[in-house]
C-alpha cells in the first residue's frame, strides 16, 4: 500500500474500527441474546439473578473488548464470542454429566469467569489490549472477578455457600498456579471450567493459525501451543 496523505482521527469523527483491525467473526447482538437465553435458561433463583445482574452490569463492555492482549481471542469482541463459546460447551457438558454436575453453577461461574478482565486491560482507540492496568499486573482478573461476585452477591442476598462455590471456580479457573490460579479445582464445576477455557482458547489459536497456512502444509512453531501444527487437506 502506498498512502499518499495521513490525518490523524478529529475529535467526533466516525470511523468503522472493524477496517483497521480484526474483529469478532460473530454477529455481536445475536451472540448476547444467545446469552442472556441461556441465563434466563437457569433455575436456581440465586444463580440466575447473579448472572443478570453482572450480565448487565458488564454486556457493554464484554461487547467491545478481546479475552487477551495476545495468544487468543485478542480482538474486539472477542471476549464476548469466548464466554459465549464457552457456555455453549458447558451447556453440553452439564447434560452429559447431569447426574453430579449442577447446570446452573456451571453456566454462572463460567459466564463470571473472565469478566473482571475489563478491570485487568487498558483499551486502545482500535480496541485492542495495549497493556495491562496496575489492578491486572498486581491482582489479576481472577481475584478481581471473585472480589466483584463476592460485592454482587451480598447485594442481591445470595446464600453463603453458593458465593463460595462461585469464587471458587473463578480463582481457581486457570487450573495450575503456574498458570495463575489461586487455588486448583476442587468441585467437578470448577474443573469443568478449567478444562473448557483451555479447550476455548486453544482451538481459537488452532482456528487462526490454520487460516494462516495452506492445506497439506505445517505451521512455524506456534509458540502459545508449544508445536508446529499441520492442516490437513
Not at 440466575?48 to 481471542?73: N, T
Not at 447431569?98 to 463460567?110: E, I, K, Q
Not at 469467569?113 to 475489563?118: I, N, S
Request: charged share 25%; with cysteine; net charge negative.
Amino acid at each position: 500500500m502506498i498512502a499518499s496523505q495521513l490525518a490523524l482521527a478529529a475529535d467526533g469523527e466516525t470511523y468503522d474500527r472493524s477496517a483497521l483491525t480484526e474483529t469478532a467473526p460473530i454477529d455481536i447482538d445475536a451472540a448476547e441474546r444467545e446469552i442472556r437465553a441461556l441465563i434466563a435458561s437457569m433455575v436456581d433463583f440465586e444463580y440466575r439473578s447473579l448472572a443478570e445482574y453482572v450480565f448487565d452490569k458488564q454486556a457493554a463492555a464484554l461487547r467491545l473488548i478481546p479475552a487477551a492482549k495476545s495468544v487468543h481471542h485478542a480482538f474486539p469482541g472477542g471476549l464476548l464470542m469466548h464466554t459465549l463459546n464457552m457456555l455453549r460447551i458447558a451447556d453440553f457438558l452439564a447434560g452429559l454429566y447431569s447426574s453430579f454436575v449442577d447446570r446452573d453453577l456451571l453456566l454462572c461461574g463460567t459466564l463470571m469467569h473472565d469478566l473482571a478482565k475489563q478491570e485487568e486491560f487498558s483499551i486502545s482507540d482500535l480496541g485492542l489490549v495495549s497493556e495491562y492496568t496496575l489492578e491486572g499486573q498486581l491482582i489479576g482478573h481472577p481475584v478481581l472477578g471473585a472480589e466483584e461476585t463476592e460485592i454482587a452477591a451480598a447485594d442481591l442476598g445470595v446464600s453463603r455457600d453458593k458465593t463460595i462455590l462461585l469464587k471458587h471456580m473463578l480463582l481457581s479457573h486457570h487450573g495450575k498456579p503456574e498458570f495463575g490460579a489461586a487455588v486448583v479445582p476442587m468441585t467437578a464445576e470448577a474443573e469443568l471450567l478449567s478444562l473448557i477455557d483451555l479447550t476455548d482458547s486453544r482451538l481459537e489459536i488452532y482456528r487462526t493459525t490454520l487460516d494462516s497456512i495452506e492445506p497439506g502444509t505445517f505451521s512455524q512453531r506456534v509458540f502459545a501451543l508449544d508445536k508446529k501444527i499441520y492442516r490437513h487437506r
